[in-house]
């Protein structure tokens, strides 16, 4: 009972030396963001002591008493700076990557929204499209290229670059409609000229489409070409684009939904598969031209498809397919997003997580969207008026609409 | 190039992919069985530990020799998991073994505190002093003593190797910091208040220390935020010991 007495008669002075536990805490947690933030009345100093002069409530950023730091140095101050500014580096550098890639995302959108106003394939794309395709491809390159140091060697996979995948996307669908071929790995990266260059030979296509965007730019506007030299000035000790397997697989999982949207849109406007276009690039765009038809959407039968005399061909381009009456060598959307389809299931991916598991399953969507568009061509094409479009917002109603 | 006519999938795509994914799901599976050896010694590691809770300080010295073993045991796991997960990007499979690098680090640092862990330069110095037998508590391991003893780079940024992160060396320590927090009580029950007078003033720094960073919201984020209740912790036990004038004036 002595320890008692004690302890009540202490505990006054203990109260005002020694606060309890949550009080001193709260001072000292808002000491430690330098503002004169209130605590439970009187305020702390970290150790425990009541500050001289507290100026009221929220006084904001008040002269100190004694010029001394907020945080007392203690001897792991200086260990905890150097964390800081190796953290404060890591979060600068990834929000710069964010950014990018956020801006790339965008512009790969674009990209996407103006090839799916095509509507043929495997043939030179309208003029208009492809100075859209060049310029958008290198206001990409000249985001990429800022931070493209900050993600070589070790900290090629520290940062999701979801940019990229959306990227891979949109490359691949022009690929696709300029030459029905599905984009290797290496050539998605050569289309921004982020190849590497020790291997020759195979850079063909990284010089045609960098000559292609040359030539867009000075034909578009002459900014964005000086801006690019510039930036091409800077770039002697060329730094490699390293496309990661799970960024280009995740653009080719998005492509299953491009291809599918454009195949609805060629079937519902074309009323086959395997639309080819009339060369179209020497021949002026015709704005408006007929009811229905867009710009650039015009799809002419095989019959009438040349392909000859065009001036965008460079040499070592695939040819669009030349008619020559043998159906079977012909390869249609269905054929195409069936044996993409295919491919992607040989792959061992299946017990990857979650978002994975998803993208499968959309991309077996899409694979029966566009089997199911098929079907309809064969059994009931030629019963639809030429320019009949169905609906395709709901798959379940265009079929009743059909029965 | 002209097999645009034939096919729309040049086969090597696939193939390429093919056995980059079967490759992958190897590398992944022997980084399981590496990272659940190690999980067996930090289990073991750890559960040692748990005793300091109820080792009167006479004893404890004998413990830490028990535990240094163990962390031994620790530190042969990490080299076999570095030197293999060395073949491959770090970032890319560093999820697999992270979490257990936190609990090396702190099994490591918690020993270290307590005394153990002694480097060739603190032995060294102790020798000097003649007092082999006591221990001296209080000592934090540095991220780069961490490194030393691990055999592992630390906070690489020019070469893609296995490395211990500045992130794993903090989470780590704040698991120390929570396992100390329960010494600060438990200790005052094996009747030695210096111990906890000494943990009250480290975790205090180390509070200090962690304010200074600029956190996102991030794992160090949110474990940091869980931090404030054992710095309470602490000084709860502090504030009953000074009420009853039970803390040695020094």
Redesign the interface.
Known sequence: ME?QD??SK??KL?QA??????D??MG??HG??GGGAPGGGIKRD??GHPKKSSGGLFSGPKPKPKPKPE??R????S???E??D???QH?DRREKIVKASRDVTGLSKKIIFSLLRHRAL?SPLPPSIESEFASRISEIKSLILPILPEIQ??????YQIRGLEEYVEAVSLYH?LR????I??RQAVEVLGLGSSSEQGENEYEREMQAKIEHMKTDEKGEVGSEMEGVKGTEETKLELELT?EE??GGIFDLFGEMMRFATNVAGLCGTLAPQKKATATVPPQPGGEKGKKETGECVNQDEDDGAGNKMDID????A?KKDGNME?E?TIL??IQ??GS?IE????SKGGKTMKFKVETMRNSVKKVEKLGYGLVVRGTERPAGWMPDLTDDRGTEMAEA | MDIASTSMIDPRIFESLKAKAEEETKVSEELGVKAKALDRDISFAQGLLTRIHSTPKAKLPALLVQVEDAIKAEIASVQELAVFASQYPYYKYNHRWTRNMQNVVSTMILCGWLGGMKTTATAAAEAAGGRQEELHIGRLMTIEEVGEVLNVPVNVKDRDTFHLTIEEYLIGLMDTIEELSRLAMNSVTLGDMDVSVKISAFVKDIYAGFQLLNLKNDIVRRKFDGMKYHVKKVEDVIYDLSLRNLISKE
């Not at chain 1, 040989?346 to 991916?349: E, F, G, Q, V, Y």
């Open positions: 320890g004690i302890s202490e505990s203990a030396v020694h606060p309890t536990g949550s001193s805490h000292s947690h430690g963001h970290r150790s945080l007392p203690t001897p792991y101050t260990m905890f700076e964390f800081r190796e953290i404060d979060h495997s060697g070790v900290n090629r996979y520290r696709y030459y029905q071929t599905l290797t790995p397997d280009y697989l070592g381009e695939p040819e397919p060598e390869r054929i195409d044996e993409l491919c040989t792959l061992p991916i």
